[in-house]
């Protein structure tokens, strides 16, 4: 029973991490009905952001106490601003002048900026795998016989803490009404004097941020960052995105830590259960889209692609 | 005109970056092309790199003595990485492009298992010698599945390697094991046709040893986390891991989140793909505790001597799998050379004479081949990490 808590942990802490990139793809997809195929590479770009922080912020090994708790939120701050700056950029470059041109036309664009993204990131660190930092201890803490560490507690911490920040944000202040609006309906809300290109940009602005922030997380956690990391951690995300309902923020979250945990459990009780995990994940995937054809938590609405 | 084929050949030599093939033998003078396809970016070119500058230094060392004809060998480098990962598709278009050069006699390349798999029916078909570094899955040489790689020419065998293949390397990880005290393993694999040759020879010969396999698993192609296996693996107790991969698909991975899942303590074992220097960063501190053996006995000073002089860099773990088997294309190409007398020999010839290869003296030992293409030299050197960084322990005999 200890080793099944102790995957319970270990596939909360992974889902965190789809759950926190999840987010972005929820958020866009629900404001502008674009699959944002650049999203995984964003993320990826925030482990970048956050290496090169730390590399100027002179931290090379672990730091301890209030030194530590300052790295970390500096260097998740900048990588989150850093990574929501992008994701305007993108929102303004590659699809805004598209946007009322057919939906194939972004959805390509979309593609197309996520290669550029990861071929300036091979430039910019080259093809390898690149060490990170250790930049925090990483006691263990034995519950119960289940080891939890002090990355995992932070993983999941941060994800909750995110999501609840983001759903105070969009049904408690004013610009996460427009939000809302502009997802109802983009030209009833223009109607409203809502201004919709603000509105867009500030859900790739926090959207973006999000990713920054899962891949300074997942640049502490795993230790380690490629170029190319964006592209399973996305499709995962996405898959997240979609199990727990596209265009809802609950649902993301929901759909992120439901595929972290059928992972770890299809691992363990599964023989040669670690190949047959991402079976498990789509086969969960297709059922539940089977039966609910717009996700768990997904409001049923007129076809949209 | 020689003085010109000299100029030529040492403006090829020269250049580090990939050279081109030019297609037609006209030009290429009297250039005699050994060409390489290693993995020359992303993951791999820790290991593909070193390679090739071992064949970059055999090259330049044969240039200094002149050969009859006044013939000059040359370098024609490809990179068989797409998007920093070795890929088959692309290790096939590069040997269709250095079979399709007349000026290629030989083959260097490649790396992968998975790669060579996809090469050696064009080479087989072309007649064209291609020796290996660092391939080591027996599948390529050995049974039915070689057989039917060998499409064309069914009888000829035009694969050959210098280094130790898996059911000797598997062998001689399942020695190791024994000998670092280990009863219990747990078996993880890429499943490439590498990694999973790897260990399910590791698994028999282990067993055979008197051991006990706890389980045997095999990882999915781009995963990152880990600990749910690791977690499943620490419930059985082993005292170690075996890892059939290389570091571009998990090894380094692997070893570092042993020590986030309580296994830090664990050793950890795995064949020459985890042998590079991504492997000593990717897993970082956690890399101490490590064991891996190389398929190439290690300790060749006045190579290891002449390396750091030519590229001012220590050597890789295969820079010297790559320079001999550089000498064995330029010996078999030397003896096709003095056979015809002087003439530019056809790459049949340089086959036949590759083919006979006996007791040359390189670096990795006497090379020399048996009927299956294999090197005749089961000797493996066993290293350990401490403190960031790999020690040689000593050499593992893979038996027969």
Same mark, same amino acid.
């Given at each position: 029973?200890?080793?099944?808590?102790?995957?319970?942990?270990?596939?909360?802490?992974?889902?965190?991490?789809?759950?926190?990139?999840?987010?972005?793809?929820?958020?866009?997809?629900?404001?502008?009905?674009?699959?944002?195929?650049?999203?995984?590479?964003?993320?990826?770009? %925030?482990?970048f952001?956050?290496?090169? /922080?730390?590399?100027? *912020?002179?931290?090379?090994?672990?730091?301890?106490?209030?030194?530590?708790?300052?790295?970390?939120?500096?260097?998740?701050?900048?990588?989150?601003?850093?990574c929501g700056?992008?994701?305007?950029?993108?929102?303004?470059?590659?699809?805004?002048?598209?946007?009322?041109?057919?939906? *194939?036309?972004?959805?390509?664009?979309? /593609?197309?900026?996520?290669?550029?993204?990861?071929?300036v990131?091979?430039?910019?660190?080259?093809?390898s795998?690149?060490?990170?930092?250790?930049v925090?201890?990483?006691?263990?803490?034995?519950?119960?016989?289940?080891?939890?560490?002090?990355?995992?507690?932070?993983?999941?911490?941060?994800?909750?803490?995110?999501?609840?920040? *983001?759903?105070?944000? /969009?049904?408690?202040?004013?610009?996460?009404?427009?939000?809302?609006?502009?997802?109802?309906?983009?030209?009833?809300?223009?109607?409203?004097?809502?201004?919709?290109?603000?509105?867009?940009?500030?859900?790739?602005?926090?959207g973006?941020?999000?990713?920054?922030?899962a891949?300074?997380?997942?640049?502490?956690?795993? %230790?380690?960052?490629?170029?190319?990391?964006?592209?399973?951690?996305?499709?995962?995300?996405?898959?997240?995105?979609?199990?727990?309902?596209i265009g809802?923020?609950a649902?993301?979250?929901?759909?992120?830590?439901?595929?972290? *945990?059928?992972?770890? /459990?299809?691992?363990?009780?599964?023989?040669?259960?670690e190949?047959?995990?991402?079976?498990?994940v789509?086969?969960?995937?297709?059922?539940?889209?089977?039966?609910?054809?717009?996700?768990?938590?997904?409001?049923?609405?007129?076809?949209?692609? | 005109?020689?003085a010109f084929? =000299?100029? =030529?050949?040492?403006?090829?030599?020269?250049?580090?970056? @990939?050279?081109?093939?030019?297609?037609?033998?006209?030009?290429?003078?009297?250039?005699?092309?050994?060409?390489?396809?290693?993995?020359?970016s992303?993951?791999?070119?820790s290991?593909?790199?070193?390679?090739?500058?071992?064949?970059?230094?055999? $090259?330049?060392?044969?240039?200094?003595?002149?050969?009859?004809g006044?013939?000059?060998?040359?370098?024609?480098?490809?990179?068989?990485?797409?998007?920093?990962?070795?890929?088959?598709a692309?290790?096939?278009?590069?040997?269709?492009?250095?079979?399709?050069?007349?000026? $290629?006699?030989?083959?260097i390349?490649?790396?992968?298992?998975?790669?060579a798999?996809?090469?050696?029916?064009?080479?087989?078909?072309?007649?064209?010698?291609?020796?290996? @570094?660092?391939?080591?899955?027996?599948?390529l040489?050995?049974?039915?599945?070689?057989?039917?790689?060998?499409?064309s020419?069914?009888?000829?065998?035009?694969?050959?390697?210098?280094?130790? &293949?898996?059911?000797?390397?598997?062998?001689?990880?399942?020695?190791?094991?024994?000998?670092?005290?280990?009863?219990?393993?747990? $078996?993880?694999?890429?499943?490439?046709?590498? #990694?999973?040759?790897?260990?399910d020879?590791?698994?028999?010969?282990f067993?055979?040893l008197?051991?006990?396999?706890?389980?045997?698993?095999? =990882?999915?192609?781009g995963?990152?986390?880990?600990?749910?296996?690791?977690?499943?693996?620490?419930?059985?107790?082993?005292?170690?891991?075996?890892?059939?991969?290389t570091?571009?698909?998990?090894?380094?991975?692997?070893?570092?989140?042993?020590?986030?899942?309580?296994?830090?303590?664990?050793?950890?074992?795995?064949?020459?793909g985890i042998?590079?220097?991504?492997?000593?960063? &990717?897993?970082?501190?956690?890399?101490?505790?490590?064991?891996?053996?190389?398929?190439? @006995?290690?300790?060749?000073?006045?190579?290891?001597?002449?390396?750091?002089?030519?590229?001012?860099?220590?050597?890789g773990?295969?820079s010297?799998n790559?320079?001999?088997?550089?000498? $064995?294309?330029?010996?078999?190409?030397?003896?096709?050379?003095?056979?015809?007398? #002087?003439?530019?020999?056809?790459?049949?010839?340089?086959?036949?004479?590759?083919?006979?290869?006996?007791?040359?003296?390189? @670096?990795?030992?006497?090379v020399?081949?048996?009927?299956?293409?294999? &090197?005749?030299?089961?000797?493996?050197? =066993?290293?350990?990490?401490?403190? #960031?960084k790999?020690?040689?322990?000593?050499?593992?005999?893979?038996?027969?």
């Amino acid at each position: 029973m200890t080793v099944f808590f102790q995957q319970i942990i270990n596939g909360l802490s992974l889902g965190g991490i789809y759950a926190l990139i999840a987010l972005g793809y929820t958020m866009v997809y629900g404001i502008i009905e674009l699959i944002n195929f650049a999203h995984g590479d964003v993320y990826t770009l %925030g482990t970048f952001f956050s290496l090169a /922080i730390l590399a100027g *912020l002179g931290v090379s090994g672990e730091v301890h106490g209030l030194q530590l708790v300052a790295v970390v939120l500096v260097t998740m701050l900048a990588a989150m601003l850093l990574c929501g700056i992008v994701g305007v950029l993108i929102e303004r470059l590659a699809y805004r002048p598209l946007r009322n041109a057919p939906r *194939l036309a972004p959805l390509i664009t979309a /593609i197309g900026m996520s290669f550029i993204l990861e071929n300036v990131m091979q430039l910019w660190h080259g093809p390898s795998p690149i060490p990170f930092p250790e930049v925090m201890p990483n006691p263990s803490f034995r519950f119960a016989g289940v080891d939890v560490s002090a990355k995992q507690m932070a993983v999941i911490a941060l994800a909750v803490i995110l999501m609840l920040a *983001l759903q105070t944000f /969009i049904y408690k202040t004013k610009l996460g009404k427009a939000m809302r609006a502009t997802a109802q309906d983009r030209d009833a809300a223009q109607l409203m004097g809502i201004n919709i290109n603000t509105t867009i940009a500030v859900t790739f602005l926090i959207g973006s941020a999000l990713a920054g922030a899962a891949g300074f997380v997942s640049g502490v956690y795993y %230790g380690t960052t490629w170029f190319f990391n964006g592209f399973e951690a996305g499709l995962k995300a996405f898959t997240a995105a979609v199990l727990g309902g596209i265009g809802n923020v609950a649902g993301a979250m929901l759909g992120g830590f439901s595929i972290g *945990l059928i992972e770890a /459990i299809a691992t363990q009780y599964i023989p040669q259960g670690e190949q047959w995990s991402n079976v498990v994940v789509f086969s969960v995937l297709v059922l539940v889209l089977i039966f609910r054809p717009s996700g768990l938590l997904g409001e049923s609405l007129p076809e949209k692609v | 005109m020689p003085a010109f084929g =000299l100029l =030529l050949a040492a403006t090829v030599t020269g250049c580090s970056s @990939p050279a081109t093939t030019s297609q037609s033998s006209e030009t290429a003078g009297n250039v005699l092309k050994i060409g390489v396809d290693l993995p020359l970016s992303g993951a791999d070119a820790s290991d593909g790199i070193p390679a090739r500058n071992g064949v970059v230094l055999a $090259v330049e060392e044969a240039n200094r003595h002149s050969l009859p004809g006044g013939f000059q060998f040359a370098v024609a480098d490809l990179d068989d990485a797409v998007q920093g990962k070795h890929d088959p598709a692309q290790g096939a278009q590069n040997t269709k492009t250095l079979v399709a050069d007349d000026a $290629v006699l030989a083959m260097i390349g490649p790396f992968n298992s998975n790669v060579a798999q996809a090469e050696i029916p064009i080479t087989n078909d072309a007649g064209l010698a291609q020796i290996s @570094p660092a391939t080591t899955s027996t599948t390529l040489t050995k049974g039915d599945a070689a057989q039917r790689l060998r499409t064309s020419h069914p009888d000829v065998k035009a694969f050959f390697r210098v280094c130790a &293949t898996d059911d000797r390397q598997g062998a001689a990880d399942a020695q190791a094991a024994r000998k670092i005290g280990a009863k219990r393993a747990f $078996v993880i694999d890429d499943d490439e046709t590498y #990694g999973k040759g790897l260990a399910d020879v590791f698994e028999q010969q282990f067993v055979r040893l008197g051991g006990t396999v706890l389980g045997h698993e095999h =990882l999915t192609s781009g995963q990152t986390d880990f600990k749910a296996l690791l977690t499943k693996a620490r419930a059985l107790s082993p005292d170690v891991i075996f890892f059939g991969g290389t570091t571009s698909t998990g090894g380094g991975l692997v070893r570092k989140q042993m020590a986030d899942a309580g296994m830090g303590a664990v050793a950890f074992l795995g064949g020459d793909g985890i042998s590079d220097a991504s492997f000593l960063s &990717t897993a970082g501190r956690a890399a101490d505790g490590t064991y891996f053996t190389v398929a190439a @006995p290690q300790g060749d000073k006045p190579f290891i001597d002449a390396y750091q002089k030519r590229f001012d860099t220590s050597i890789g773990a295969y820079s010297a799998n790559g320079y001999a088997a550089a000498l $064995v294309a330029i010996a078999g190409i030397d003896k096709a050379i003095a056979a015809d007398g #002087g003439k530019r020999p056809s790459r049949a010839d340089v086959l036949r004479y590759i083919t006979a290869t006996k007791n040359l003296k390189t @670096p990795v030992g006497d090379v020399g081949f048996d009927s299956f293409g294999d &090197t005749t030299d089961p000797i493996l050197s =066993l290293f350990k990490v401490s403190d #960031g960084k790999a020690v040689f322990v000593g050499l593992v005999s893979a038996g027969p």
